[in-house]
């Protein structure tokens, strides 16, 4: 068994909508603290290691991308984006990054702008 | 006798040049937007809308309907390959597919993904021509109570759905439930949980959700094993079913088209509930058990047929009472309207070439993508030797640009990344996703109809049992429970014993 | 000296008043984006595809539908509230987007009046009152003597709490004295499902949703608001002639720009407007779709139409208690 950790989600519920919630989040609670219970009784492994770097990596390259789709254009965010996922990677090679970098986005641009006509801003400040 | 002659008819239009052929960009186009992850049929097909005035009616709403199971089949590629739902309702393709996948096995999975469908497809569009009106009348029976015991009986399902521990997977199902609700309250009104953000307002998107746990976190989670991970993928067996596959997929594949067809007309049903209560059926059914979650083919051949069936009954209260069960088939509606077509009980009456030409184009869309996709599992396969470091790139883009493109909101793909966060402790935590995602779904539609049902009965909780299809719901759903529970509860007892 | 001034003056004057004319005439040299709040396929969605499509034709330049559904509409609304000025961005508009919305709630993210430059209502649509055939009903005078003599009954269903359909129940029961159930859904279909499924009884609902069905007998209208019966539905009898002539409710959809759009360019975008609803074709289309084209001639009857729709709508939230919060 796993030590687990209970999601205290005890919102402040509003009456009547609120009603589910409440109740939903009460057996939650509850849950959790069995499980947490379980895991401190009963024998058994450890959560397995958190490994920060790939995981800050991806979701920071995700952020990021989101964060500059709008703003800087979908060139400029999926270079973003695939550089700095790359770096997740153990073997970091500058050359094939770029360049993976720039058919992605030679091929987003073809078929999402060109193909599906998808409204996404392509170069800063086109909006 | 009269079936046979509606069925020549609709042959005749399906089979003219012009309408086989926008039949194919359907299919095409849809086969390629349901592999892309996040972008999905309804965004294409509303894209494609403007295209489809200058064509006959029979034509426009043959492109459009292809699209939309053509998406089923191409969600189930990258569901295998790598992990991702590219639909909706591949999600529980995942599970084993994905493991199938990383044993090598990966063109077996595809290749049952196709032809489960396919035979999904050709059962369903039979049923359609046959039964279509009867069954919509049984659609008209459930009311809100029905609809209530139905989610109960989902739920309790959902817990067999997941391969550990029981009282994680009833963890996992609350939160899941939980997060179905946050946006706004259909009988008040009243925005909940969504901390006055106005693209919060109307729910976290199922896809969002679905991006981030499974495609994100999986990213991730490779990213770590690094090692093992080459090894995996070097071992691509053949591209086919073996004898025994096969023998263990059939009936699956039956099972999953029973049920897809009848949980497709229920409005609100549709493909992606037919898939998870396809998968679970098939988990308790099957004598391979143990082996769901690791790689089981039923695992794939069950959900997929399941998906591809409900599809195509979702069809069916559109065409026979003019009501969309979904939003794709309120679309459809709208390109009909386009082309003054009154949607309703007189079409098969008053038009019955549009209405069997629809029907038997169906059933030729399913052929084309069976010989359309098969052929493709080799290249899709080959696409699992790329070196990983060039492949997850391009998935998080694709997720990144899918996501997108459904609301044009960046929030949406912040709220990914948040659940590729809570993917991954999840993951850490062995606790498992597919719970969470039944409860997701489930959730507000329980809390909805359970609230409704109690309006309309001015508070009277006994109408959970007068009502007879809920009852019978009830009863199911208890007997389910008691299975699950009852084996768990002696183990326990043995436990005490042995010490 | 003053001779030379004055000709001066006037040479610039006329040349400032040809340019805001020329610019008008050479208004459109990009494509223009008409934003729909819904998703697609519903009336709105069609209204705008209509008229885009045909005035893409007269000015030859494209006209392309946007749909940007979300948050009871809001969503697409305020994007173009906020959109440049220019004439490009324009929004697909409809009572419950301009007028009902601001009288609902409290905290709009954006004001009708003053973020949006009217351009011109395009067309109306009427409720009709549906009722599932089993009732023992006939007409609007049994319906109000059923649900005098039974209150809080009889139940209907909405598309949600504070939308059009509910309000225009609401109005109903307010005119005829009468007490019903909401049941809101999430749409009108699911509505409409559990209208044919004998679950709910009754539903004020736009004309087009159940028309299919009333034709086919499954469910019966009683009444139509507005002063003359649909060609789509001859026997459906005007409220006025059921027996309730107090009881006028309306739906309507219109085009808006964002405020500050330079005026030519707003009487451009209406005549232009105006010219694709004068066809008969699309009037005809419309009109099965059981929708009247009703132009306002100015934009700036436009604008007042809108006021009034907005308090009309305010008084009737107010007395039946309508509270969506958020």
Partial sequence: ?127 | MDLLNNIGLGLGVALTPINLAYCFIGVLVGTLVGVLPGLGPLATMAMLLPLTFNLAPVTALIMLAGIYYGAQYGGSTTAILVNLPGESSSVVTCLDGYQMARQGRAGAALAVAALGSFFAGTFATMVIAGFAPPLAEVALKFGPAAYFSLMVLGLVSAVILAAGSLLKAFSMILLGILLGLVGTDVNSGMARFTFNISALSDGIGFVIVAMGVFGFTEVIVNLELKAKREILTKKVKNLWLTKSEFKAAAPAVLRGTLLGCMLGILPGGGALLSSFAAYTLEKKVSKNYAQFGRGAIEGVAAPESANNAGAQTSFIPLLTLGIPSNPVMALMIGAMMIHNIQPGPQIVINQPELFWGMIASMWVGNLMLVIFNLPLIGIWVKLLSVPYRLLFPSILLFCGIGIYSLSYNTFDIYIAALFGLLGYIFVKLECEPAPLMLGFILGPMLEENLRRALLLSRGDPTIFVTNPISAGMLIVAAILLGIVIVPVVRKKREDVFVE | MIKIVSRCLVLFAAIAFSLTGAFAQDFPTQPIRIIVPYTAGGSSDFVARTVGAKMQENIGRPVVVENRPGGNAIIGTELVAKARPDGYTLLLGGSSVLSANPALYKNLSYDSLRDFAPIAKAVDSPIVAVINPKLPINSIKELIAYAKANPGKLNYGSAGVGNTLHLAAEMFCMVTGTKMTHIPYKGASQALTDLLGGSIQVMFDLPQTPMSNIQAGRLKALGITGGKRLPVLPDVPTMAEAGVPEYSFFTWIGFAAPANTPPAIVDRLNKEILKTLSQPAVKDSFAQKAMVVNPTESPEAFKKFIKEEIERLRKLIQTADIKPEG
């Fill in chain 1, 1 to 127: 068994m796993v030590m687990a950790q209970a999601y205290p989600f005890g919102n402040s519920a509003r009456m009547g909508p609120g009603y589910f919630p409440t109740l939903i989040s009460g057996l939650l609670i509850t849950l959790g603290v069995l499980v947490a219970l379980r895991g401190v009784v009963v024998e058994g492994h450890k959560p397995g290691n958190f490994h920060f770097r790939p995981l800050f990596l991806v979701l920071a390259s995700v952020v990021l991308f989101g964060f500059a789709l709008e703003r800087l254009g979908l060139m400029i965010a999926i270079f973003t984006l695939v550089v700095l996922a790359s770096l997740g990677e153990n073997e970091f090679r500058k050359r094939e990054v770029l360049i993976l970098a720039s058919i992605l986005a030679m091929g987003s641009f073809l078929v999402f702008i060109y193909g599906l006509r998808l409204q996404i801003p392509v170069w800063p400040l086109s909006y």
